[in-house]
């Protein structure tokens, strides 16, 4: 009996009850963009109206045309701007983190401890702290209201977590297939390029979603280095849409859509790579 009531429960919670709990969860973390999606459908009568509409009436594009191609919050520039400096920043990151975390996850030197430590302890500290230096430094070598200083500023924190995440991808790759790729007369980058960056394809992606994601949701670095209205980003701009006097929503809404798209997209793409090389790992192993 014990048994049999065990299993009735164990299906009910395991069957209705976990997917009515995961559809709630769902709901409850699509809600937000869900609403800010009909905003910015909304006509200006109707995000004013009294009382408030939950769904638009009439969908207009009117909204993302005039964040796009808004003189005073151009859209359009700051997009290109977060493109810009995410894809060179994913790209340079990962190339970094691969060479480093190769290097310390296959050689055995002094310090190779600490290094670790450091690169994790970087993580514990807030953005605010690199301000004063860093704007100090980008002041002096000339760089303020540059795509370098906010490449170079997202570095600092990208780097040192992707190398310590690469390192322990690394370690879990069997040292045989590169010594047997050794012996067979392919050098050490050889055997990185042939061997190993297959084998750690996923741990590759999941580095280079983090750092473009962390760039592209950058604000501190944005705000701080670029005083110009043709170099700010994505997130930047969506803070100058706040006016003293009026929030511009429907357009601040059309905004924070374009901003999701692109990580939407990459996430998206990258997703089916992490599952096929999990999968292409799993049968090489």
């Known amino acids: 009996m014990s048994r049999g009531r065990g299993s009735l429960a164990e299906r009910v919670l395991g069957g209705p009850v976990l997917w009515l709990g995961l559809a709630l969860l769902t709901a409850f973390a699509l809600a937000p963009f869900v609403w800010v999606f009909l905003t910015s459908l909304k006509t200006r009568t109707e995000l004013y109206a009294t009382p408030l509409q939950y769904l638009p009436r009439t969908a207009t594009v009117t909204n993302y045309v005039d964040a796009w191609t808004s003189k005073l919050t151009p859209f359009s520039r700051f997009f290109a701007n977060s493109l810009w400096v995410s894809s060179v920043t994913m790209v340079a990151t990962t190339a970094i983190s691969i060479l480093a975390g190769y290097a310390l996850a296959r050689f055995r030197f002094g310090g190779r401890q600490v290094i670790l430590l450091v690169f994790l302890a970087t993580q514990m500290f ?8 860093l704007l100090s430094q980008w002041y002096a070598l000339g760089l303020i209201d540059t795509y370098q200083a906010l490449i170079y500023s997202n570095f600092s924190f990208t780097v040192p977590f992707t190398v310590w995440m690469l390192v322990g991808y690394f370690d879990s790759i069997p040292r045989e297939l590169e010594e047997s790729a050794l012996i067979d007369g392919c050098g050490r980058f050889a055997a990185l390029l042939r ?30 280095f670029t005083s110009q209205t043709e170099m700010r980003t994505l997130s930047a701009g969506l803070l100058f849409m706040v006016g003293q006097y009026e929030i511009q929503w429907g357009q601040l809404s059309a905004g924070v859509m374009i901003s999701t798209v692109p990580v939407a997209i990459l996430f998206t793409y990258l997703q089916r790579h992490l599952i096929r090389g999990l999968s292409a790992g799993a049968l090489k192993g």
């Open 126 to 133: 807030p953005a605010v702290l690199l301000i004063a230096p």
């Open 195 to 224: 061997v190993v960056l297959p084998l750690a394809a996923p741990g590759i992606a999941a580095t280079a979603i983090f750092a473009f994601v962390t760039s592209w949701s950058e604000l501190l670095f944005a705000i701080t």
